[in-house]
């Protein structure tokens, strides 16, 4: 049986005792989150947190979601701290509200217990990015969009970071045209970003708009030339268009970034995918001595030299 292992549960409650032998003050480290990566997220400032008085149902509820959760009753956890956060209105209660919303697989338990999240730690960037996710994993793009609009504003210098994440966010909704429409508009005050024109690639490539991915990939390419991601990128999408085109994208790119391990290896495969061997042998003997604690690069070697007929490559 799947179980839900409340590992914060324990430090929460003693935060929450200590809450009433003491004014709320700074809120302490964040607990360490089960669902999803942490956000590239500005320095957060303290928030105050609430005052709580432990009261014989605050403390019998989490014991409730403690043991429910690990007997795998995870609709009961989920039950008890949702109840909790709307009670306490205390962040920490709310962002595990969330999290044992996801686990469950509640959207709308967990939309909810997020909205708490955000509105009692405004300055809490992964409560902003998380409840966003909910938001758009429910299609619910116009309440998603000024959440994330707010969120780019107060990154600073991680706002490249955090416009990746927004854009990994998006590849997952279901309406891809919708997501296409609202990164467009998210990232027109970041144009000049390389990020901001990639994401838009992205999206644009998923909503079946493979002029637009091109054109913006191209333009983050230009905007950062020593960068491969828009490269990579582009030599993808001309793959399933014109795989010529995608080969010689990576060979200007190889001859540009002689550095470059992703680039000589997608340069690599891509002579491998368009059967000229010979080339691809040539490439990748190139890496093996580039690279040479590659074990990939020297299998790949060994393989395609067997195919050759050259067997004293083969058996090095």
């Not at 320095?43 to 403390?59: C, F, G, S, Y």
């Amino acid at each position: 049986m799947t179980r839900f292992y409340l590992i914060a549960a324990t430090p929460l409650l003693a935060m929450l005792l200590s809450a009433c032998a003491a004014p709320g003050g700074p809120r302490p480290q964040a607990m360490a989150t089960a669902q999803q990566a942490k956000p590239a997220a500005p320095a957060v400032a303290a928030v105050e947190l609430p005052k709580q008085e432990l009261t014989r149902d605050i403390l019998f509820k989490l014991l409730v979601a403690e043991v429910a959760g690990q007997r795998g009753e995870i609709g009961l956890a989920s039950e008890a701290y949702a109840d909790l956060a709307r009670n306490t209105r205390d962040p920490r209660v709310a962002r595990r509200a969330t999290e044992a919303a996801m686990f469950a697989q509640n959207g709308d338990q967990a939309l909810r217990s997020s909205q708490i999240w955000m509105e009692t730690d405004p300055g809490d960037g992964q409560a902003a990015q998380t409840h966003a996710s909910i938001l758009v994993s429910a299609g619910e793009f116009d309440r998603a969009e000024p959440v994330l609009a707010r969120l780019l504003t107060d990154q600073g210098p991680k706002t490249g970071a955090a416009l990746l994440q927004i854009g990994s966010m998006l590849t997952r909704a279901s309406d891809r045209t919708a997501a296409l429409a609202m990164v467009t508009r998210l990232t027109a005050p970041y144009a000049a970003m390389p990020e901001a024109n990639l994401v838009v690639a992205q999206i644009a490539f998923n909503a079946g708009d493979v002029d637009t991915a091109l054109k913006r990939a191209q333009t983050a390419s230009e905007q950062r030339r020593d960068w491969e991601a828009p490269v990579l990128f582009s030599a993808q999408v001309m793959g399933t268009r014109d795989p010529a085109a995608g080969l010689r994208l990576l060979e200007d790119a190889r001859k540009r970034l002689p550095q470059s391990k992703p680039i000589a290896l997608a340069h690599a495969r891509a002579l491998v995918a368009g059967g000229q061997y010979p080339k691809a042998l040539t490439e990748f003997k190139r890496l093996a001595a580039q690279f040479p604690n590659d074990g990939e690069i020297g299998v790949t070697v060994g393989a395609l030299a067997s195919q050759a007929g050259d067997a004293d490559t083969a058996a090095q």
